[in-house]
Nanobody, 118 residues
Framework: QLVESGGGLVQAGGSLRLSCAAS????????MGWFRQAPGKERDFVAR???????SYADSVKGRFTISRDNAKNTVYLQMNSLKPEDTAVYYC??????????????WGQGTQVTVAS
């Protein structure tokens, strides 16, 4: 089970930190990802972090967002700085495994709303 928190309303240029708490003993074995879905749009990849803490980001958030994980707390974070109105979306965390070079996400959280006011 994945539970996101930390969303809210923020002014453009501000920051938020999202958290995703996972249950279970195998958290450290999963690739953890963040996705977002804006109204009327498809769900898009934002960032992911592997078991060995290798990170990757969507071009739209590079240099502004940072993903991290704390395996002792079964939690993955998304630090979002310099937020823009176009970052407004529901943010989801997901847990997946690497299969044939691709990440297959098996578990999803319920999402947390992030709204950036201009």
């Amino acid at each position: 089970q994945l539970v996101e928190s930390g969303g809210g309303l923020v002014q453009a240029g501000g920051s938020l930190r999202l958290s995703c708490a996972a249950s279970g003993r195998t958290f450290s074995t999963y690739v953890m990802g963040w996705f977002r879905q804006a109204p009327g749009k498809e769900r898009d990849f934002v960032a992911r972090i592997t078991r060995s803490r290798i990170t990757s980001y969507a071009d739209s958030v590079k240099g502004r967002f940072t993903i991290s994980r704390d395996n002792a707390k079964n939690t993955v974070y998304l630090q979002m700085n310099s937020l823009k109105p176009e970052d407004t979306a529901v943010y989801y965390c997901a847990a997946g495994t690497l299969k044939l070079g691709l990440v297959e996400y098996d578990y999803w959280g319920q999402g947390t709303q992030v709204t950036v006011a201009s």
